[in-house]
């Protein structure tokens, strides 16, 4: 019965992921599995409220928290992350150009690696929207 609550619980919490990003990814998988294996499972239903409160209540709204993120991970280098929170900007409603825009910031900001990071994560999606389309 325990097993069957700890799978109900991660599943709400690959909802919460799905709903703010469409998808859940792969970090996001490993550290729920690795909670639910090892009864950790509060830590990440914790992190989860938190990053629901930020990324949705904020009276940013979830695009322009997504274009944050976007940016602050590009600034990081952190290039896995900003595809993340790229593909989360469109899906809460932000648009190619709302990327450019982000990336061409960085380059003022954070120099030409986090410019040339954010455009070639604009241009992988562009290159998978590209293959939905044939």
């Known amino acids: 019965m325990t097993d069957d609550i700890f799978t109900q619980r991660s599943e709400v919490l690959r909802d919460r992921y799905r709903s703010t990003l469409g998808v859940v990814p792969g970090g996001g998988e490993d550290r729920l599995r690795v909670a639910q294996a090892f009864g950790q499972l509060p830590t990440e239903e914790a992190f989860a409220a938190l990053r629901h409160i930020v990324l949705t209540d904020s009276p940013l709204?979830?695009?322009?928290?997504?274009?944050?993120?976007f940016g602050q991970l590009l600034a990081l280098g952190r290039?896995?992350?900003?595809?993340?929170?790229?593909?989360?900007?469109?899906?809460?409603?932000?648009?190619?150009?709302?990327?450019?825009?982000?990336?061409?910031?960085?380059?003022?900001?954070?120099?030409?690696?986090?410019?040339?990071?954010?455009?070639?994560?604009?241009?992988?999606?562009?290159?998978?929207?590209?293959?939905?389309?044939?």
């Open 79 to 134: 290039a896995e992350p900003a595809r993340i929170h790229a593909r989360g900007a469109l899906h809460a409603g932000a648009g190619i150009a709302d990327l450019i825009g982000v990336a061409e910031t960085s380059l003022i900001t954070s120099g030409t690696p986090a410019y040339a990071l954010g455009i070639e994560i604009i241009v992988e999606l562009l290159q998978a929207e590209d293959g939905r389309a044939g």
């Open 61 to 69: 709204g979830g695009r322009v928290q997504q274009l944050v993120h």
